[in-house]
């Protein structure tokens, strides 16, 4: 048996790879809440899918694989396999957002949405895992394999149920802390279902190394987040101006009414008024005037 060792940086991996994980989980609980008040929230499901399967599970995953060895082997990734891995996982999220967002009922919703998505994310980490290339032979252990299938679907179910409930600022940081916990414990756990031995293979010269797979990984990531922290900002902003903007445009009126007192002025009539009022008013004014002429 070779050793493996999933810290050959340190804490600087795990530590990465749950910041991500939880930058991930905020945009997209963000999205969401705004998905529920747009006229378009098919944009911001999207948007949240990206946000949380492409950066919060997926980049998450293969942050965390650069402190992954194996000692005594190498280690390569096929690059077609590596990006099926990135799409399955945004796919599968927003299809699961889709039918728990979309579903009249919840208690039906969650779970079939949770189930999906978490097939779906533990699907993501065995392809990528798959997509790695080594010389040394490697096996899974089932009953492991079969446990961090669980937290995965646990874990998604927790995150839709999350999207659906959380609002507010606190609730949103809170809530992404314990999805950053949830996505990362499903990795490791998964990952200690993986036992090395030697073999007589040859490493597949096709992948790439995984110190080639940083620099590209780190510069999509960085530019991914940062339009998708614009744009959440941007969407903030206007919500929040919008909040603002619609006391200013009572005030008009609530200062007027202090100002004339509780009779109406004619502006306040509305224009569905019966219009016999006006004219009762104009006669009886003409009668006044009529005797006033009278007694002169």
């Given amino acids: 048996m070779l050793e493996l060792d999933h810290f050959s940086h ?31 929230p098919g944009g911001w499901l999207a948007t ?24 005594g082997a190498t280690i390569r990734y096929d690059i077609p396999m590596t990006l099926l891995s990135a799409v399955i996982a945004v796919v599968v999220v927003w299809v699961g957002l889709s039918i728990v967002v979309r579903g009249r009922n919840e208690f039906v919703a969650l779970p079939i949405g ?3 998505t978490g097939l779906g994310v533990a699907a993501m980490h065995y392809l990528g895992m798959y997509a790695m290339k080594t010389n040394a032979h490697v096996e899974y252990d089932r009953n492991t394999v079969v446990v961090s299938i669980v937290i995965a679907v646990v874990a998604a179910t927790a995150a839709l149920w999350f ?3 959380v609002r507010g600022l606190f609730a949103t940081i809170g809530a992404a802390l314990i999805m950053g916990v949830a996505v990362c414990g499903m990795h490791y756990v998964g990952m200690t279902s993986m036992h090395a031995s030697h073999a007589d293979h040859q490493v597949d010269r ?5 110190l080639q797979l940083v ?10 987040i940062m339009i998708l922290m614009v744009v959440v900002g941007l969407a903030e902003i206007d919500e929040r101006s919008t909040r603002e903007a619609l006391p200013v ?11 004339t007192g509780s009779w109406p002025v ?31």
């Fill in 114 to 116: 949770g189930a999906v």
């Fill in 266 to 296: 004619i502006t306040d009539v509305r224009p569905d008024s019966p219009s016999w009022a006006l004219r009762t008013s104009s006669r009886t004014e003409h009668r006044n005037r009529h005797r006033l002429d009278s007694d002169r």
């Fill in 215 to 224: 620099s590209p990984l780190i510069v999509t990531v960085t530019l991914v």
């Fill in 10 to 40: 340190g804490w600087l991996t795990p530590v990465m790879a749950y910041l991500v994980s939880f930058v991930g989980s905020g945009l997209a609980l963000r999205c969401v809440t705004h998905a529920r008040s747009s006229d378009w």
């Fill in 163 to 165: 999207m659906l409930h």
């Fill in 249 to 259: 445009r009572r005030a008009p009126r609530e200062s007027s009414a202090t100002t």
């Fill in 206 to 210: 096709g992948g790439i190394d995984p």
């Fill in 48 to 71: 949240a899918a990206v946000s949380l399967g492409g950066a919060g599970i997926w980049v998450m995953h293969f942050t965390a694989m650069l402190g992954f060895s194996i000692h």
